[in-house]
Every structure is written in structure tokens, then in C-alpha cells.
T-cell receptor
Framework: DAGVTQSPTHLIKTRGQQVTLRCSPKSGHDTVSWYQQALGQGPQFIFQYYEEEERQRGNFPDRFSGHQFPNYSSELNVNALLLGDSALYLC????????????FGSGTQLSVL | KNQVEQSPQSLIILEGKNCTLQCNYTVSPFSNLRWYKQDTGRGPVSLTIMTFSENTKSNGRYTATLDADTKQSSLHITASQLSDSASYICVVGGLGGGYQKVTFGTGTKLQVIP
């Protein structure tokens, strides 16, 4: 039973570019949440997807957008990258009825130069 | 505002010693509390989860306690090992707007030295 998988594991971009990160949830999970974790900080909630809709959103600008596919996998898109977007991006999956039980992927380390 | 505060921010202990990490929260209404271990550059891995009615939960050398009245939790690590070096994050699940929401603490960075 595969857990949460994220790709790519590492990514280097330059300012102004756009990036797409991908996540496959744990088998049987229908809800995907995305988090940004800066070095030395706790994860910050970006948004959550359920039934292909954005259900909750944290305090992130519109440059951050996402999508969920019918197979529950998800993408995180970031446009017009800033240096401050450099962080570990974590995907977590859960069941809609038990959102407290989050299972995390290993993350994508994004560096913006 | 829902908040989760952890202490200490960082901790250095000798291999084989015990330690206790603290978590205080103001999340309301409360649903559950989970402790995660996060190695540097990796995703968090769940250690324990407790609901309102549970006041202790063990996972090997890790024992978590919960006092829902004082809104405090602790994570006790027994006979520490070098592999315990990591950040430990307290995550509290609450209810809001019809959805369950989670609030993360900023973590305690533990370093176990020989």
C-alpha cells in the first residue's frame, strides 16, 4: 500500500518562473492538503482539495493555485516565483471524515534563485 | 485565534537520557492532538494521536499525554537514541466552518548526542 508520494523531490527555479508540484494521496484517501514549510518553521496551510474543489484556503496569494483530479491526485501551481517561495512543500492526504489524521509525503524542496 | 505553542524550541540531550517536550494549545472546539516526528528535509511522520477522552498514548519509546482541561500535551521520549534527532511537531485538530481544521506548532528541535 503506497503512502503519499510527491514529485519532484527537488526543484530549482528562477524568479518569475512558474512551477507545478504533484501529489498522489495514500490509497483510499479523498482529501489532499498542501503546506509550505520554510526552514526552521512549522508547516503553513496553503489549501485543501476535496471532490476536485478547493474547500479551504490559508493566507496565501492567488499566485498559489491547485487542482485535484478524479483519481484524487493533486497539483500545486505557483506563478511568478519569488525568492521567498523557497521552501519545502508538503502534501498531506486524509479521509474527508477524519481530517485530523494526516499522512504526509516526503515533500518537494523548491529553491528559487 | 487557534494557536499551538511548543517548548522548548530546541533541546540537546545525551544518548540514553529521557526528555519531555511540551505543547500548549488554544484550539477550540478541540477534536484531536497528534505528535509528528520530522527529519530534516522530509515530511512529518505520525507518532501518536489522541482524542478528547484519551489522556495517554504510547508508541514504543514515545509516550504522549493529554490534559484537555488545561489544554496541554507532552511527549516523553525514553532512553533516547541518535536516530531520535529530529523536529517534533504538535498538531491540533479543531472544528470550524463545518470542517475540521488543523493547527501546527512550530516544533521542538531535538538533538541527541553520543
Amino acid at each position: 500500500d503506497a503512502g503519499v508520494t510527491q514529485s519532484p523531490t527537488h526543484l530549482i527555479k528562477t524568479r518569475g518562473q512558474q512551477v507545478t508540484l504533484r501529489c498522489s494521496p495514500k490509497s483510499g484517501h479523498d482529501t489532499v492538503s498542501w503546506y509550505q514549510q520554510a526552514l526552521g518553521q512549522g508547516p503553513q496551510f496553503i489549501f485543501q482539495y476535496y471532490e476536485e474543489e478547493e474547500r479551504q484556503r490559508g493566507n496565501f496569494p492567488d499566485r498559489f493555485s491547485g487542482h485535484q483530479f478524479p483519481n484524487y491526485s493533486s497539483e500545486l501551481n505557483v506563478n511568478a516565483l519569488l525568492l521567498g517561495d523557497s521552501a519545502l512543500y508538503l502534501c498531506a492526504s486524509s479521509l474527508s471524515g477524519d481530517l485530523g489524521k494526516l499522512f504526509f509525503g516526503s515533500g518537494t524542496q523548491l529553491s528559487v534563485l | 485565534k487557534n494557536q499551538v505553542e511548543q517548548s522548548p524550541q530546541s533541546l540537546i540531550i545525551l544518548e540514553g537520557k529521557n526528555c519531555t517536550l511540551q505543547c500548549n494549545y488554544t484550539v477550540s472546539p478541540f477534536s484531536n492532538l497528534r505528535w509528528y516526528k520530522q527529519d530534516t528535509g522530509r515530511g512529518p511522520v505520525s507518532l501518536t494521536i489522541m482524542t478528547f477522552s484519551e489522556n495517554t498514548k504510547s508508541n514504543g519509546r514515545y509516550t504522549a499525554t493529554l490534559d484537555a482541561d488545561t489544554k496541554q500535551s507532552s511527549l516523553h521520549i525514553t532512553a533516547s537514541q541518535l536516530s531520535d534527532s529530529a523536529s517534533y511537531i504538535c498538531v491540533v485538530g479543531g472544528l470550524g466552518g463545518g470542517y475540521q481544521k488543523v493547527t501546527f506548532g512550530t516544533g521542538t528541535k531535538l538533538q541527541v548526542i553520543p
